[in-house]
């Protein structure tokens, strides 16, 4: 199973970034995607998930500015980040979960300067 990250980088704050998981290895379409962060000297914390569905769920902190969708096809998760934080950054890891068996990318920096 692999979950590869990517899209991370520097930012103004304000700005945006789109980040992009693309999975192999696992049943893409029945999986609920997740994004996570954890910022230094912080626990890991759910950004937003998508459910096979399509039923989606966010943070507060996140909410309405953040955007995750998925792709089944392609076997995609993104995450459409817009009005970027200093607060926001992180490393974002991209996770998938099914029928108890979970799964971790291996993380993509997000740096937002003030």
């Known amino acids: 199973v692999q979950l590869q990250a990517s899209g991370g980088g520097l930012v103004q704050a304000g700005g945006s970034l789109r980040l992009s998981c693309t999975a192999s290895?696992?049943?893409?379409?029945?999986?609920?995607m997740s994004w996570y962060r954890q910022a230094p000297g912080n626990q890991r914390e759910l950004v937003a998930s998508i459910t096979r569905n399509g039923d989606t769920d966010y943070s507060d902190s996140v909410k309405g500015r953040f955007t995750i969708t998925r792709d089944n096809a392609q076997k995609t998760v993104a995450l459409q980040m817009n009005s970027l934080e200093p607060g926001d950054t992180a490393v974002y890891y991209c996770?998938?979960?099914?029928?108890?068996?979970?799964?971790w990318g291996q993380g993509t920096q997000v740096t937002v300067s003030s």
């Open positions: 290895g696992i049943i893409f379409s029945m999986n609920r």
């Open positions: 996770n998938s979960y099914a029928l108890g068996r979970e799964f």
